[in-house]
């Protein structure tokens, strides 16, 4: 068993006690963009700089997945072990709408508006015990307990 | 500019069928086109074919006759159809060709399209971590429209039940059981809001379209259907669309379905208080409701009431989806969308049999929407 890994790099600041995501401002029009990229989707600009998003935001809208994704592309070892989840995508004020697994479950307890915080959380278990972590929003309720 | 009208329709039923090929199907579905217009194919100047599963929709011409004609293979994802018919239309209006068809055939395998992020130009951890699930913005789209504008639960096992029970009159359709609307919310949650039985499957199927020019019509058909528009959109920033990790904060833009829908009534001439019978992209009961007024059809909020009154109903003020849409025949990408051309076409003739709209319909509406953010709409008329 080896350290907890992040799915991928680039893409939000780890380790950290207080993880962001890693987004890019286009330096010719400022749009901001997630994932981050050099290359701008409003102006056509190749210069971009890296920039941190924000952690905190709302839920515009979610959904379930209730079976297991196809695999590939869906690379986690719960074959026999799926539990549903969330996803939704969420308004980080002045920034950018950007969509994330949710680490609650249940629709019922969960509603467009709330206010949401970012963590990070293993989405997968490798036989080793290895964990590979993914980004995810909480709400802020349940972010502000597990603290 | 010469005006294309469509003379002849061709459609293989739609299912699963094994041991046959896409390639046999979309043959089949030709030649039923080719008879109903009375052409012959080596009449066929140019063609255009779609498909998601055959790389070489093309080589349907070693079925069909060595003629030597282009014929061109299209991709589109799930408007692959809409850009066969734009196309082959076009080339009527251009004057190049006198004579041309559109081919839409798929056999896809069961389950959910599993497909790796970067055919869609998205890193990979998106699909590892389960995002790239295209059945989730179909969730979130209507689970925020609901909340947008009181839309209710009912409503989505209404079109659901709608489209079943028109699949249930068509005997080329998939899904021909009727199911009530308890039963359909009994079935399982796969997105929320959405149910299994609210959802479309990938299938199998072919529909092919043959072409004329229109001063040239009376050769072939006493019912020739005019191609009055056809019109293709991709995404623009600010929308919230299919496959996408985020999307801006203050730019908003519509769905291409609305700058496809819009460009269609105006280069028709044609407005939507004049379509007769829809034919909308189903890939869930949300999307019909949502696609009701993102082509125009009523504004956002009165699906509500206009379901309950039975106005989209076969014998209602605005039929959608008379054949079953999506939900009742499935979705083999490359045909879908000729499919819907099929039946607009049979309702334009007035040959629709027990699923004649009432009345003598004028014009006919397709629209399909799909990945990664693409519309087309084709109006149809007398």
């Known amino acids: 068993m ?146 | 500019m010469m005006e294309a009208v469509i003379i002849g329709v061709g459609l293989h039923p739609f299912g699963r069928f094994p041991g046959k090929s896409a390639m046999d199907m979309g043959t089949e579905a030709t030649r039923l086109a080719l008879a109903d217009a009375g052409v012959t194919w080596p009449q066929v100047q140019a063609g255009y074919v779609g498909s998601l599963e055959v790389a070489n929709p093309d080589a349907i011409i070693g079925r069909l006759g060595l003629t030597g004609i282009p014929l061109r293979g299209v991709f589109n994802g799930c408007a692959t159809s809409g850009t066969a018919l734009s196309m082959a239309a076009r080339a009527i209006e251009t004057g190049e060709h006198d004579i041309t068809v559109a081919i839409g055939l798929d056999k896809h395998p069961r389950g959910a399209f599993a497909a790796d992020p970067s055919v869609a130009g998205i890193p990979n951890w998106y699909g590892q971590t389960g995002l790239f699930i295209t059945t989730h913005f179909f969730g979130m789209k209507i689970n925020r429209y609901m909340h947008d504008h009181g839309i209710t639960e009912a409503t989505l096992a209404k079109v659901a039940a709608k489209n079943f029970r028109n699949a249930s009159l068509n005997d080329k359709a998939w899904r021909r059981t009727p199911l009530s609307e308890q039963e359909i919310l009994a079935s399982p949650v796969l997105n929320h809001p959405l149910r299994q039985f609210m959802y479309c499957g990938p299938d199998e199927g072919a529909a092919a379209i043959v072409l004329c020019r229109a001063d040239q019509a009376h050769k072939y058909t006493s019912t020739p259907i005019r191609v009055r528009a056809g019109v293709l959109r991709s995404r623009r920033l600010g929308a919230f669309e299919v496959q996408s990790p985020a999307f801006p904060v203050g730019e908003h833009a519509p769905s291409p379905t609305v700058d496809a829908s819009r460009a269609a009534y105006e280069a028709a001439g044609i407005g939507p208080e004049d379509v007769d019978v829809a034919q909308l992209q189903d890939t869930d009961s949300g999307s019909e409701i949502i696609h009701m007024a993102e082509n125009g059809l009523c504004k956002d909020g009165e699906q509500e009431r206009l379901i309950a009154e039975g106005a989209t109903e076969i014998g209602g003020r605005l039929p959608v989806n008379t054949d079953g849409g999506l939900l009742g025949n499935g979705e083999p990408i490359g045909a879908s969308g000729l499919r819907q051309i099929h039946e607009l076409v049979h309702q334009l003739r007035g040959s629709a049999g027990a699923r004649q709209v009432a009345g003598t319909p004028r014009v006919g509406y397709a629209h399909l929407y799909g990945a990664p953010g693409v519309s087309a709409v084709t109006i149809l008329s007398t």
């Open chain 1, 2 to 147: 080896t350290a907890p890994k992040p799915v991928a790099e680039d893409l939000f600041t780890w380790p950290s006690d207080e993880p962001r995501l890693i987004g890019s401002e286009c330096a010719d029009c400022s749009l901001i963009s997630f994932p981050a990229t050099d290359h701008c989707v409003r102006c056509g600009g190749s210069d971009a700089r890296r920039r941190l998003l924000s952690n905190r935001g709302t839920l515009w809208t979610f959904t379930t997945q209730g079976f297991r994704p196809p695999s590939p592309p869906y690379d986690a070892t719960d074959l026999d072990s799926f539990e549903p989840y969330s996803v939704g995508y969420i308004d980080l004020p002045g920034e950018v709408v950007v969509e994330a697994r949710l680490t609650e479950p249940d629709p019922a307890k969960l509603a467009i508006g709330r206010p949401m915080r970012m963590v990070v959380t293993p989405y997968t278990v490798a036989e080793d015990g290895t964990e590979t972590l993914t980004f995810a929003f909480a709400p802020e309720d349940d972010a502000a307990e597990e603290a």
